[in-house]
């Protein structure tokens, strides 16, 4: 069963960076696809991109180039990093994986990590 | 790109009841569908792919159907685990969009 766990500061300045590393454990990183999704709080889920373990990634159009997704399949990780943040970009920020198998639903999930912006 | 749009943001019913809850996209997406249960403080969790299969360990009572750009997820009984949030997505060509949500509630 594989396990996804998110990492990284839980609060970032605006105008900064916001930066995650998703963990993979129990499953490699090299098959499937690999996404970011957020949610603010009280509204619904937002998918923001995904990686694929070659380096291949696309992301959702609305957020613009300020998103940047890497993979390290050496520590068997995925990276988010979000510029140029507002308050907006507050939310929980989920990693998850999306399976082929499963015509590319997101069948396992990390748990969450709520990323507020402010000063 | 894809807009998927549920068609209630909240619905009330009962233990027993039977709930559909519909989910429309804004082009064809094939059976490209998939449902998710939230609860809160949760992560979401799969419940149908495929716009029916039923992902392994969901209780049977829930069912999907649909096809092209109408799409639905049925709880034939309900139950008090199943008040929740619920939410459809599409997949298309290596981009992915959720619905906004339709949260059951107690009546």
């Known amino acids: 069963q594989v396990q996804l766990r998110e990492s990284g500061p839980g609060l970032v300045k605006p105008s900064g960076t916001l930066s995650l590393t998703c963990t993979v454990s129990?499953?490699?990183?090299?098959?499937?696809?690999w996404s970011w999704i957020r949610q603010p709080p009280e509204k619904g889920l937002e998918w923001i991109g995904y990686v694929y373990h070659s380096g291949t990634t696309n992301h959702n159009p609305s957020l613009k180039s300020r998103v940047t997704i890497s993979v390290d399949t050496s520590k068997n990780q995925f990276s988010l990093k979000l510029s140029y943040v507002t308050t907006a970009d507050t939310a929980v920020y989920y990693c998850?994986?999306?399976?082929?198998?499963?015509?590319?639903?997101?069948?396992?999930w990390g748990q969450g990590a709520l990323v507020s912006v402010s000063s | 790109d894809i807009q998927m749009t549920q068609s209630h943001s909240t619905l009330s019913a009962s233990v027993g009841d039977r709930v559909t809850i519909t989910c429309r996209a804004s082009q064809s997406i094939s059976s490209w569908l998939a449902w998710y249960q939230q609860k809160p403080g949760k992560a979401p969790k799969l419940l149908i792919y495929?716009?029916?299969t039923l992902e392994s360990g969901v209780p049977s009572r829930f069912s999907g159907s649909g096809s092209g750009t109408e799409f639905h997820l049925t709880i034939s009984s309900l139950q008090p685990d199943d008040f929740a949030t619920y939410y459809c997505q599409q997949y298309n060509t290596y981009s992915w969009t959720f619905g906004q949500g339709t949260k059951v509630e107690i009546k």
């Open positions: 998850a994986r999306a399976s082929g198998n499963k015509w590319f639903a997101f069948d396992s």
């Open positions: 495929k716009t029916s």
């Open positions: 129990g499953g490699s990183i090299s098959r499937d696809y």
